[in-house]
């Protein structure tokens, strides 16, 4: 790290004179002297969150070597957050207290306080602590819209529990579309980031927070030059939300959308491969009604461009319900405008602890859950339950960790309740439907207690 600093502090000084000095005129300078001011300044608002819950392994946010940089079964881990308030409003990451049964933070100071959840969203994998306290130290908020690929950049957190590690590198890029989080786009930079940095804040060379570190690209669990911030725009909107009502609306008008690629551009007549394609409009919806047709492709939302499909997907989420939105298409070779009412949907509230009783997948050998609305928007689906683990029985008779279940027996499962309902009506050989990714296949199963074949 030393090495690396001093690499890049020679570099400098060697291309100008002075004090510090910009490598383009809207780049941030990096200071010569170190980061030590900017690290004695904000690292006082940057704390260590310990959390214990329950042995229910907690939600990955990982797909295709994306994962969350925080250990996966255990029942004590931790990880980073930082104070946006001198009364003790803290913001970090969902995955890092999701199912917390006892959450603590610790200050650099060594002071300890239990925190309390004020709300959750796990969609945006956004939470907000609350602990007893008065006149902490708090974070300077910047803009993450005015940093470049290049500019420094500078993470505080506690990687594998090492309270308040500073780690340093540059934005690698911006606007970068993963796995899981079809409405949102980070900041992709090769700060060190490793289990225990997630929840923490990503600086500016000015000191500011424009991102939390949320996940990094690795094959081995740990840094591999990959790391992945959430603007810290997007995570206020998600805090002011939370804070006001304890949960998230967002806004929705009933599409799915693609990406467009040079053939498609072509085919199109688009000037350029930009814009999101629309591929579904939902029945109904209000999309149809504005009159969205599959084939338009989106090329401004309220006046700002869409240059891939989740930047449509994300201005459209940020729109309140029952907003007249302003969409610029082209269609036939020539661009026009179609009003559209937005439509709203709440993001689901944290799942709650898991009952001692024994559930109908429990007793089939796996876990499930419901749908959320835009999770069954996307999959073009009504109902069905996505099934997140399988024990050795049930991966025998077929059954798959990410299975959608959408019938049992020929009757559509819309809950876990009616899947308990169906399976007591059941006696001995039943068929699950399910899909998996493109495909729907019938998974014989057995419905009496404790067996995967009859």
């Not at 690290?39 to 260590?48: L, R, S």
């Not at 690698?172 to 804040?201: C, E, H, W, Y």
């Not at 699950?432 to 495909?439: N, P, S």
């Amino acid at each position: 790290m030393a090495a690396r600093m001093q690499g890049w502090r020679r570099g400098l000084v060697a291309a100008c004179l002075g004090v510090a000095c910009t490598l383009a005129p809207a780049a941030a300078p990096w200071p010569v002297a170190g980061l030590s001011a900017l690290v004695k300044a904000q690292g006082p608002a940057v704390v260590h969150i310990g959390v214990e819950r329950d042995a229910t392994p907690p939600r990955r946010y990982s797909d295709r070597g994306l994962q969350g940089a925080e250990p996966a079964a255990d029942t004590r881990s931790f990880g980073t957050g930082f104070i946006l308030e001198a009364d003790g409003l803290i913001l970090t990451n969902a995955h890092v207290v999701a199912r917390g049964t006892q959450i603590r933070v610790t200050l650099p100071d060594r002071r300890e306080f239990k925190a309390q959840v004020v709300g959750l969203d796990a969609a945006s994998d956004i939470a907000l602590l609350r602990i007893e306290a008065q006149g902490l130290p708090t974070v300077r908020i910047g803009d993450p819209a005015r940093a470049e690929p290049g500019d420094g950049v500078v993470a505080i957190g506690s990687p594998y529990g090492f309270g308040n590690s500073v780690t340093a590198g540059i934005v690698s890029a911006k606007g970068r579309l993963l796995p899981g989080a079809d409405a949102m786009q980070f900041l992709q930079t090769d700060v060190p980031i490793n289990p225990g940095n997630s929840g923490g804040p990503l600086f500016n060379l000015q000191g500011e927070v424009i991102g939390i570190n949320s996940r990094i690209y690795s094959r081995s669990g740990g840094y591999q030059g990959l790391s992945f911030a959430i603007p810290i725009d997007t995570a206020m909107r998600i805090k002011d939300q939370l804070l006001a009502t304890g949960r998230v609306t967002r806004g929705r008008i009933g599409v799915s959308v693609q990406e467009v690629g040079q053939a498609l551009a072509d085919t199109f007549g688009l000037p350029r491969p930009a814009g999101a394609l629309v591929n579904d409009v939902a029945p109904r919806g209000a999309a149809e009604r504005g009159g969205l047709r599959p084939g338009d492709v989106i090329r401004q939302v309220q006046g700002r461009e869409v240059v891939q499909a989740a930047d449509a997907l994300g201005l459209i989420a940020e729109q309140p319900p029952g907003r007249t939105l302003r969409l610029v298409v082209w269609r036939e070779r020539a661009e026009r405008v179609i009003e559209v009412q937005v439509e709203g949907y709440d993001a689901p509230r944290a799942a709650p602890a898991a009952s001692s009783a024994p559930s109908a997948p429990a007793r089939l050998g796996f876990a499930v859950r419901p749908l959320a609305p835009h999770e069954q928007q996307l999959l073009r689906v009504e109902g069905g339950l996505l099934v997140q683990r399988v024990n050795a029985a049930a991966s025998r008779a077929g059954v798959q960790a990410g299975d959608l279940i959408l019938a049992f027996n020929g009757q559509p499962i819309d809950s876990a309740e009616t899947l308990a309902n169906e399976l007591e009506l059941a006696d001995g050989a039943a068929a699950l439907l399910v899909q998996r990714g493109a495909t729907r296949l019938f998974v014989p199963i057995c419905a009496r207690a404790g067996q995967a074949k009859c």
